[in-house]
Every structure is written in structure tokens, then in C-alpha cells.
């Protein structure tokens, strides 16, 4: 386990609905990345929280929003849901200046739109 | 657009034999190289990670070879065994940011 820990496991939610995805850091790491994984497709970088600013950005619209907490937790929000949206959504955590800049995923969180 | 190609989308091995699964990137401006195992209704575990200024990196039965005039990359799992069945992916880093692009990954399935 690596310590990143994500809420909810499971949501079902209807097209239009807005949700928003927790995350918890690894402690010690200031960084969070959120990726999108598609059933049967690698996971898409959605975007990174850096000290609560963001830090990149995928390819990925507004509608797509975050932020962070002074603890380094985390939220990912999407607004006017789509049924395209239904993925599994996961955060990672990392701390930059380690020379690897290693990623450790939490087991995502299930999200479908109907 | 998809930066990093990976093949093959599944693989079936035998217990003991060998897994090879191969990895092509087109952005010059990777600076490191990861491999995910993923297990079903799990997050990616980072399994082993590979620089550039280096050819070969092995950490137990897991080894990657790492071709950058040719910007491949592969991983061979050796002695495979039934637990490793799981998805595989490779990815890699921009230079200077912290994103993975990931490939498409493979589905590896040892037999007993």
C-alpha cells in the first residue's frame, strides 16, 4: 500500500450532476496529480496541485477543476458530468527533489455517469 | 495524442518463461522512465523506473532495457509467475514537470 488514500470508492451519478473526488497524500508529499483511466487505457494526466497552486494541466476542459489544502490533501471536481466522464479517476502523490520524482497512486475512485 | 506506444495489448506466458513487453516514445524531452503493475480494482504500483544515461536497470526477475537512439524501452519479467498476472504500463516523465504519459498497457496472463 502507498499510503494515498481516495473518497469515495464508488459513485454513480446522472449526466449534467456535478462531483467532487477526495484525496490524501502520501505523508510528506506536497504534490498531487490526477489522472483519468478509461476502461482498458492507461491512465490521462487531468492535472497537478503543487503547494495549492496548480502546475500543469492536461488536455482536459474547465469543466475539470481542483484544489488543494494546506495539509496537501486534495480534490478533483467535474461539473456538467458526461457520460464520457465515467472512468476511474486516480491521484498521485509525490514530493519533488527526490531525483525520481516517484508517483504513488491511490486505488482511484470508480465514477460512473448515467 | 498518443506520445508513448506500447505492445503487446495482452500477453500469455507460461509459469518460468519470460514476459517481454515493449515500449516507443516520440517526445525527446522524457527525462525518466517508469513501468505500472496494475491489479484489478487497484491503483498503479510503481514496479521499476529507468533514466536515460542508463541501458539496463534489473531489480529481481524485472529488468528494463532502455534504447534511446531508438526511443524504445522494454521490460522482461523473468521466471513469470501466476501473481504477476496484472496489466502492465509504461510511461514517462516530461523534462522538468512531474506529468506521466502512460501507453495503452498490456494485459499479462502467466499459466500455471
Known amino acids: 500500500e502507498t499510503g494515498v488514500t481516495q473518497s469515495p470508492t464508488h459513485l454513480i451519478k446522472t449526466r449534467g450532476q456535478q462531483v467532487t473526488l477526495r484525496c490524501s497524500s502520501q505523508?510528506?508529499?506536497?504534490?498531487v496529480s490526477w489522472y483519468q483511466q478509461a476502461l482498458g487505457q492507461g491512465p490521462q494526466f487531468i492535472f497537478q496541485?503543487?503547494?495549492?497552486?496548480?502546475?500543469g494541466r492536461g488536455n482536459f476542459p474547465p469543466r475539470f477543476s481542483g484544489l488543494q489544502f494546506p495539509n496537501y490533501s486534495s480534490e478533483l471536481n467535474v461539473n456538467a458530468l458526461e457520460l464520457d466522464d465515467s472512468a476511474l479517476y486516480l491521484c498521485?502523490?509525490?514530493?519533488?527533489?527526490?531525483?525520481?520524482?516517484?508517483?504513488?497512486f491511490g486505488p482511484g475512485t470508480r465514477l460512473t455517469v448515467t | 495524442q498518443q506520445q508513448v506506444k506500447q505492445s503487446p495489448q495482452s500477453l500469455i506466458v507460461q509459469k518460468g518463461g519470460i514476459s517481454i513487453i515493449n515500449c516507443a516514445y516520440e517526445?525527446?524531452?522524457?527525462?525518466?522512465f517508469p513501468w505500472y503493475q496494475q491489479f484489478p480494482g487497484k491503483g498503479p504500483a510503481l514496479l521499476i523506473a529507468?533514466?536515460?544515461?542508463?541501458s539496463e536497470k534489473k531489480e529481481g526477475r524485472f529488468t528494463i532495457s532502455f534504447n534511446k537512439s531508438a526511443k524504445q524501452f522494454s521490460l522482461h519479467i523473468m521466471d513469470s509467475q501466476p501473481g504477476d498476472s496484472a496489466t502492465y504500463f509504461c510511461?514517462?516523465?516530461?523534462?522538468?514537470?512531474?506529468?506521466?504519459?502512460f501507453g495503452g498497457g498490456t494485459r499479462l496472463m502467466v499459466k500455471p
Open positions: 498521485a502523490s509525490s514530493y519533488p527533489g527526490t531525483a525520481s520524482y516517484e508517483q504513488y
Open positions: 505523508s510528506g508529499h506536497n504534490t
Open positions: 496541485y503543487y503547494r495549492e497552486e496548480e502546475n
Open positions: 517526445n525527446t524531452a522524457f527525462d525518466y
Open positions: 529507468i533514466r536515460p544515461d542508463v
Open positions: 510511461a514517462a516523465r516530461n523534462i522538468g514537470g512531474n506529468m506521466l504519459t
